[in-house]
């Protein structure tokens, strides 16, 4: 059986639908992380993951 190639594209997006899945909150706070400006304070990674568990509880607490 055919599978694409493992690159970091791929592994990002696959790793952004296990952490966001149907959740419109993580993915509304992914989409407002990932349109920043380059004067902006950058962020690893990580701490966008960790932002859209954030965003997720605020948004279940609102």
Do not use: V
């Not at 992914?30 to 380059?38: E, T, V």
């Not at 859209?52 to 609102?62: G, W």
């Amino acid at each position: 059986m055919w599978a694409p190639p493992r690159t970091r594209d791929t592994l990002t997006a696959l790793r952004a639908l296990d952490r966001c899945g149907r959740n419109a909150g993580r993915w509304a706070a992914l989409a407002a992380a990932m349109n920043f400006q380059y004067d902006d304070e950058k962020i690893t990674f990580g701490q966008l993951l960790d932002s859209l568990d954030a965003a997720s509880a605020d948004a279940q607490t609102s």
